[in-house]
């Protein structure tokens, strides 16, 4: 990587957390070496990592320049996101606001508790000086009453205080907008990972053990620092935001900026106890956006890199940089010994489960769901779960069917983490891009196998995956069998004990909404042939009130009937009478179920399978 320590600074980019409670930034840029002959200057349209277009600058409120003599120099706005001067100049300043009220891992967010953005909604770039050294002078927001705030940022610091606050340097534009900055009150855990320090910040009132918290992690960083053989990277922040139900990620170089329900983290008080499915749930969160620093922070797609920030860069890898990484942050779990193999194949039974309750899985194939994501997966509507499939989760099953064919073909030899370290070697030391076949040509050359006939299925086909006889390779039982509720999603059982189908109408209802609003109507489903719509409120079924919380128990006591049933709903204002046929719920659920009778040769397979590379 580049380094600026000896390179003069050409761009300064001085942010003020100035109104907390307007929820507004300052940002002042000061060009002071040559700018390019026409001053340009624009806002990204969309986030490394989250493909969707976001149109940032709609967040600037006023913008104001002048050149370097002080003199105003009148910018004109030229598209919704770029800004013209009007004559060349040589240095220049520019002063902006933006309000920031985007309360996630990739927006802006300021208010009187705490600030914290990400560079591509605050931080507008100079055309023509992509490549240029940048510095972030961060500072601290006014007020006696915000005396003890600090900063948590991965950026590298040139001269910043005891609180964080300072200077620090970027090797380009792209480096500037990769450090997410969090500046309030929080908790800072530092641990070492094959003595590379490490830090935990958590933002949020919690309770959490974080003593075991960072000794968890360090043993999930080390199971994926020894898969690719080495840890890129001399410090590594993980920014989390605590809030009372949030979820979600978002992968940098050198950080993660994470979102987590206050539930999830660990207790004192469970010290020495099997992790709850919560805390599970944000080890696994952890796990996969470390897994990104290797594969797409580095490891990246050849579209990403000639790309820009502007507008959509498409390309069909997704399946392979989220849905790879999706399948290892929770196979390096049991690697690392945090769960057992009973719990991990409980989480692969619920994956499976997932994906074949999705009714898109029929009409998208997986590489159309990469390519489409800017607008099928990141625009979701009602029609979502019958119309496209995941990329995370059918991805994540594709590089589980991968890796145990290449385990079976190879007799061992080969698997995807040979891949995975042979893209390393390739493209994530090298920089070089990977090409939009590039990871299929690859996983044939390191392994010598013929793959062909597997990644035309896997990827540009809707055949369903035949995960059935590659897990029972490893002494591994799949069985399906119908939901008993709408919360059952499968998991790992010692035996297959019969289920007997229960009556279902097949519609999904909002979360959180005790009166029962339907989300979505899954294709084929008796309520989509009795007429029932998303948005439809109910009110009674069968001539009694139904409700969110009891419509399962009400549908089940009817049964599947030969006569349709009477279903009031309210869609809009108006009372609707719809006539429902409930039938048997399908067999859409998977069990996994561990062979004590398996063959020693099955049993040595899956103990390599999920063996620790540390």
Known sequence: MPETRNQPVDLTYRVHPVDPEAHLFEVELLLSRAAPAVLRLSMPAWIPGSYMIRDFARNLVEIVASDGEGAPLALEKHDKQTWVADRPVATARVRYRVHAWDRSVRGCHLDATHAYFNGPGLLLRVDGADDRPCALE??????????????????????????????????????????????????EIPFDVDGVPHRMVLSGQHRADGERLVEDLEYICRE??????????????????????????????????????????????????????GYVRFLGLCSHEYFHLWNVKRIRPQALIDGGLEQEVHTRLLWAFE???????????VRSGRIDTATYLGLLANAITRLQRTPGRRLQTLAASSFDAWTRFYKQDESAPNVIVSYYLKGALVALALDLTLRQRSAGACSLDTVMRALWTRHGRTGVGVAERGIEALAEEVSGLELDDFFATALDSTDELDLAPLLATLGIEMRWRPARDAKDLGGCVERFDPVEAPATLGVR?????????????????????????????LVALDGLRVGAEDLDRAVAALGALDAPVSLHVFRDDELLELAVRPQPAPADTCELRLLPEAEAAAQAARVAWLASRV
Do not use: N
């Open 323 to 333: 849905g790879i990484t999706s399948y290892y942050d929770e196979l390096a779990l």
């Open 224 to 277: 994926h620092a020894a898969l690719f053989g080495e840890l890129p990277l001399d410090r590594y922040l993980f920014l989390t935001s605590v809030t009372g139900a949030g979820y979600g990620g978002l992968e940098h170089r050198f950080s993660t900026s994470l979102m987590c329900a206050r539930a999830d983290l660990p207790r004192r008080a469970e010290r020495g106890r099997p992790p709850r499915e």
């Open 509 to 537: 209802l909002l979360p959180g909404v005790p009166e029962g609003v339907v989300r979505h109507v899954l294709a084929g489903s008796p309520g989509e042939r009795a007429g029932l719509a998303p948005g439809d409120r």
């Open 138 to 187: 961060l500072l601290p927001p006014p007020g006696e009453a915000r005396a003890d705030w600090r900063l948590a940022c991965a950026c590298r610091p040139e001269s910043v205080d005891a609180r964080g606050f300072g200077r620090y340097l970027a090797d380009d534009y792209a480096d500037l907008i990769d450090h997410p900055v969090e500046m309030g009150r929080f908790t």
